[in-house]
């Protein structure tokens, strides 16, 4: 049984940075995918980062290029998010993701089986 627990979210001000944590547990994770998407109220999710477990590229969606930085520290089967230069549009709830079955990198949200319950961003102006 696959586990993900986000953790990290909270309330900061615009220019301000967050580091979300993923934490996994239930699987070896080398062969995964891990992925960081995002809601906002009344929107679709959204890709944000993905990176293979094993893999030395990160990928991003264009909105957080330059800004958001994926990483992983395998000792404690985590992934992390730097959030950094945050706007108010970044506003939603941060979700964690993980797919074992999967061809290029998948940037919608059926292209992963598991997933963590969220965690909120808030950015005020």
């Known amino acids: 049984q696959v586990r993900l627990v986000e953790s990290g979210g909270g309330l900061v001000q615009a220019g301000g940075s967050l580091r979300l944590s993923c934490a996994a547990s239930?699987?070896?994770?080398?062969?995964?995918?891990m992925a960081w998407f995002r809601q906002a109220p009344g929107k679709e999710r959204e890709f944000v980062a993905a990176k293979r477990w094993s893999g030395v590229n990160s990928y991003y969606a264009d909105s957080v290029k330059g800004r958001f930085t994926i990483s992983r520290e395998n000792d404690k089967s985590t992934v992390y998010l730097q959030m950094n230069s945050l706007k108010p549009e970044d506003t939603a709830i941060y979700y964690c993701a993980a797919t074992l079955a999967y061809t290029g990198i998948p940037r919608t949200y059926r292209g992963y089986d598991y997933w963590g319950q969220g965690t909120q961003v808030t950015v005020s102006s």
């Open positions: 239930g699987r070896t994770f080398s062969t995964y995918l």
